[in-house]
């Protein structure tokens, strides 16, 4: 199949295989599809990387319906105290993954990346209070890794801030711009809020 079945209706049922996911719609077939092993970047690109992931803490990522929780959300990531952060976040705002998780999946990566500097265990997402999509999210982000765009964002930014790069590079910039630009169009708003908690963790770098 030269591209996926049309999305089937919310709350149909969709079965998942080793080598193919049927929907209502159709079947996709995964036999064909190469192994996504995503690139990790290291505490010494995370260092490098935190001024350009600092400029998603901005009113053009952060979802409108979290605000609430914002001040205390930034205590908790001042202590670096990722448990306070899932519970305050966990579940919150709309979406199939709610915004809330989505902004807590972007603390988890580059909790995951920044590992063993700044944390001891991760919070316990197995248990998380949101959807099963999301919960599955979580689980993964704990262990560092995310969606092909996210990955493909951070080697964009390693290029554009890594050894070498004068930060002047035009192209390397284009390239980050388009990357940031693929991650912000997931979904209604679950890429920037991913890209929003990102943001807010780098100050772990200081």
């Known amino acids: 199949m030269s591209a996926p079945p049309p999305h089937p ?121 949101t959807t099963d999509l999301s919960r599955a999210f979580l689980k993964w982000a704990v262990r560092g890794k995310s969606i092909a765009p996210v990955h493909n964002m951070i080697t964009a930014c390693k290029r554009v801030a890594g050894p070498g790069s004068d930060g002047n590079d035009q192209i390397k910039h284009i390239e980050l711009n388009t990357a940031i630009r693929a991650v912000s169009s997931v979904g209604h708003s679950s890429g920037r809020g991913l890209l929003a908690g990102l943001g807010l963790a780098t100050q772990w770098s200081v």
């Open 9 to 129: 209706s919310e709350g149909s049922q969709v079965t998942i295989y080793p080598q193919e996911i049927k929907t209502v719609s159709g079947v996709i077939n995964l036999s064909a599809s190469e192994r996504f092993i995503p690139n990790q970047p290291t505490q010494t690109d995370l260092k490098l990387i935190a001024p350009l992931l600092a400029r998603f803490i901005s009113a053009d990522y952060f979802p409108d319906d979290i605000q609430s929780v914002v001040p205390d959300l930034n205590l908790a990531i001042e202590q670096r105290d990722l448990n306070s952060a899932q519970r305050l976040l966990e579940g919150r705002g709309g979406g199939l993954t709610p915004s809330g998780d989505d902004v807590l999946a972007g603390l988890l990566l580059y909790a995951a990346w920044a590992r063993p500097a700044f944390f001891g265990n991760h919070p316990n997402v197995e248990c998380a209070k």
